[in-house]
Structure formats: C-alpha cells, structure tokens
C-alpha cells in the first residue's frame, strides 16, 4: 500500500491507519480503512488539505462518512471542503455536540480563522453505537469532557480519543461546556479500563498507549 508524505501508516490485522497533521492547529486526521476493502472512515478533518485526497487516491480508498470526536472548529474544518468532494457523504457527531458544530464558524472567528461552515450532520451518535465501514466497525464511546458530546472511537488495539487524553496531557476544560471531573472521569472509567497494549491516537500529538498514561500521564497520578 502507497505510503504519502506527511502520514504514517500502521497495519494490525489488516486494518489500515493514516495520519496527516490539519488545519491551522495541527489537528490529527486519521483515514481508516481495511485493507482491501475500498471503503474508508475519515475522523476529525482539521482543514480543507488536499492530503487527504492524496492519501484517499493513491490507495483506492472511497470515504463512506466523517466522524467528528466533537464540534471545535479545529476539528471540523474540513467537513465542507469533503462534503463538496463526495457528494452524499455521511457526517456523524455526537447529538450532544450539535450546538458545539452549528457555532463552529463564530468560534473559529473569534481566533482570527476563517472556515467554511460544517454539513449538517446526517447521523447523530449515541454511546454504544457502531459505525461502520465495509468490514471495518468503530465503537462510540462517550468521554466528555473537554465538551459535552465528545466521544472516543474504538477497535481493537485501538483507540481514537479526539481531545479527551493525549499522550502525557488531557483536554483543556477551560473552554465552553468544558468540565474537569467529568473529563477525569471518562477518562478512568471509559479509557483506562481499555487493555494496556491498546494505542492511543489523540487528536493532537504523537500517540501512545493506555498502560503508558497510567503510568506516566502526570494528570491521572
């Protein structure tokens, strides 16, 4: 499988995972996407990079929906430019999070950023539920928090935790709808309780692993 600049791919069990840095924040897109099955989910695109075409392209890879971790505008500034590429694409967010995603331009203003505005999502996700894509399935797993409608996504070995957990930091709860025993809290009873070996992609920074932040992640000491 092609790699392209500015990823990195893992391979576990067939399941494939790029990763390119977007929208002015550096926010961490992911593609996912079983190996040879053409059908890819695409979660958090920070921007409008033509990356990730680039990686869509050169493997083959058709998106069936976006999943956002949650509605900050860093984290979906990229759901219009895609919505105009793949006409009928699926968006998909937490129902909690809706408000967060309708007011993502002002907020994205308010730092000088201009984006276009997000799809209305066509599916609005609960706890529990699955999303799926050709043999690929993600969990959704509700960690708020750091808003109230962010989730994790979760496949075996692995975990996709939006601004929930970072490797050796949390999600800043100092922003609207932000709630530090909550995030605590999700973080424990949601994250921690997944297998040591599990790796954790954040929505920003390097990954890491599940046994690795309770050992060494400062906040959760």
Known sequence: MTSYPNTRRNETDGLNIF????GPLDVNCYILAYEGSGEAVIVDPGGP???IMGILDANGLVPVVVVNTHGHFDHVGGNAFLAEKFPGLEFAIHE????MLESAVQHAGRWGIPIDAPPVPGRLLAHGEMVYAGPLGLKVVHTPG???GSISLCVPGHVFTGDALFRGSIGRTDLPGGDFELLMASIRDRILSMPEDTLVHPGHGPESTVGMEKRHNPFLA
């Open 96 to 99: 909690d999070e809706l408000p």
């Open 49 to 51: 990079d033509r990356g």
């Open 146 to 148: 750091h808003s109230p």
């Open 19 to 22: 990763r390119l840095l977007t």
